[in-house]
C-alpha cells in the first residue's frame, strides 16, 4: 500500500493533503489490488471506491469543518455530490428520480452510481454548474440555517434547476447495465466509461422552457378504503418531475409549479396519477398525454410576449383523438404565453385534471 499513501499524501492541500483530481486519475491506475477482491472486474471496483473515497476527503477537506466531516457520509449518486446529514432529508423528499441518497458507508452501489460519482468530481465541481448563477439578493443557507430555508435552496438549485446557464438544463437518465466480464482491468475501464456516457445525467441544449402549473384534480378513483392519496407524475422525454402528496382527498388542489425543458425534437407531455401507498406499490389513478405543438407553434412568431397585448394566439381542439375537456385556448397573459388545459383522465372509472402551461423561451 505504499502506492496509496504516495497518492494520498502528494499534494500541498492543507489538512488532508490529498491530490488534484487529474493527479487522482493518473494514480488510479497503480494502485495496487487489494488482497480480499483478486478479479480483474473486483479490482476495478477496488480503484473506484478508493477514487470515490478520495474525491470525498478532498472535496471536503476544502470545504467543511471536522464537525461536518463526521456527518459528510451521505451522498446524491445520481447528483454526484455529498451532503450532510441536515440537508439528507430534503434530498430524499426530492424523489429519486432527482435526488437518489446512499450512504457512502452502508449502502451498496452500483457500478454505475460509483461512476456516476467519478464523472461529477465532487461538491465543488458539481456546484460550479448547479450554482453558476446564483441571483445577488438570493443568500445561500449557512450551516446554521433552517429546514425550510435549507429546502427551499435545495429544491430551488436541483429540482427548478433556477442558477443553472439559461441554455442549459440537467437530466437525469435511465443508466444501462455495464459489463464487467473482461480479463483485463483496463479493457473493462474503457468498456464501462464508453457505455455509461451515455446514460448518466448530462447537459443537453433545448429550445426552451415549459412550466407546468398543477392546479386540482376532480372526482379522482378511490384505490384506498374510502378515497386515495393522491399525486402527478410529469413526464417530457428523459425527465420526470411530481407533485407532493394529498392525504384521503378525491378533489385535490395542488396549485403546484413544476419545470421541464423542451428538446428539439419534444414529444407529447405525459401524465399519471397515481394513489400513495406505503406498504405496497403505488396504484395507478389515471393518465393523459397533452400536445405541446399548439403551445409552442403559436408562441414562437411573437417572440417576446412582452411586447403585446392579452390576446388569443392559438387553440388546441377536443377531439376523440385526445384527453380534452373542453377545447384548449393558448393566450398571451400579463406578458406571458399560458395555455389552460382540463384533461379527462383516461384508463380509469373517474377523474379530471386541470392544468396552466406556460412557455418560457431560452432569451427570457
Known amino acids: 500500500m505504499d502506492e496509496v499513501n504516495r497518492c494520498i499524501n502528494d499534494d500541498e492541500t492543507p489538512g488532508f493533503h490529498l491530490p488534484n483530481q487529474d493527479r487522482l486519475k493518473q494514480n488510479i491506475a497503480i494502485i495496487p489490488p487489494h488482497p480480499f477482491l483478486p478479479s480483474s472486474g473486483a479490482l476495478w471496483i477496488w480503484r473506484q471506491a478508493f477514487f470515490i473515497s478520495c474525491i470525498f476527503l478532498w472535496d471536503i477537506s476544502r470545504a467543511m469543518s471536522k464537525h461536518q466531516l ?50 461529477v468530481g465532487g461538491n465543488s465541481s458539481a456546484n460550479a454548474i448547479y450554482e453558476a448563477f446564483i441571483p445577488e439578493e438570493y443568500a445561500k443557507p449557512g450551516p446554521d440555517a433552517s429546514h425550510d430555508e435549507r429546502a427551499q435552496f435545495i429544491r430551488a438549485k436541483y429540482e427548478l434547476q433556477e442558477f443553472l446557464k439559461p441554455s442549459l438544463r440537467i437530466v437525469s437518465l435511465q443508466s444501462g447495465k455495464s459489463s464487467l466480464q473482461s480479463s483485463s482491468s483496463r479493457k473493462t475501464v474503457d468498456s464501462f466509461q464508453s457505455t455509461s456516457s451515455h446514460h ?12 407546468v402549473k398543477v392546479i386540482k384534480g376532480t372526482n379522482l378513483a378511490i384505490r384506498d378504503m374510502m378515497s386515495s392519496d393522491p399525486y402527478v407524475v410529469l413526464t417530457l422525454g428523459q425527465q420526470t418531475v411530481r407533485t407532493t402528496t394529498i392525504k384521503s382527498n378525491l378533489n385535490p388542489v395542488w396549485n403546484e409549479q413544476l419545470m ?105
Request: charged content about 20%; some cysteine.
Open 200 to 211: 448518466l445525467a448530462g447537459m443537453v441544449e433545448f429550445i426552451g422552457l415549459l412550466k
Open 70 to 119: 463526521e456527518l459528510g457520509r451521505p451522498a446524491s449518486a445520481n447528483i454526484g455530490v455529498f451532503i450532510c446529514l441536515k440537508c439528507c432529508g430534503v434530498h430524499r423528499s426530492l424523489g429519486t428520480h432527482i435526488s437518489k441518497v446512499l450512504s457512502v458507508t452502508l449502502d451498496d452501489w452500483s457500478g454505475d452510481e460509483i461512476d456516476a460519482m467519478v464523472e
Open 260 to 364: 421541464l425543458s423542451v428538446p428539439h425534437h419534444y414529444g407529447p407531455l405525459k401524465l399519471q396519477v397515481f394513489d400513495h401507498d406505503t406498504f405496497s406499490a403505488d396504484d395507478i389513478m389515471g393518465e393523459a398525454e397533452v400536445d405541446l405543438q399548439p403551445l409552442i407553434t403559436s408562441a414562437m412568431p411573437f417572440g417576446d410576449a412582452g411586447m403585446f397585448g392579452n390576446i388569443q394566439i392559438g387553440k388546441w381542439l377536443k377531439s376523440h383523438d385526445n384527453a380534452l375537456v373542453i377545447d384548449s385556448t393558448v393566450n398571451i397573459v400579463d406578458g406571458r404565453v399560458k395555455q389552460e388545459v382540463s384533461l379527462k383522465l383516461q384508463n380509469v372509472e373517474s377523474g379530471e385534471l386541470d392544468l396552466e402551461l406556460e412557455w418560457v423561451p431560452l432569451d427570457q
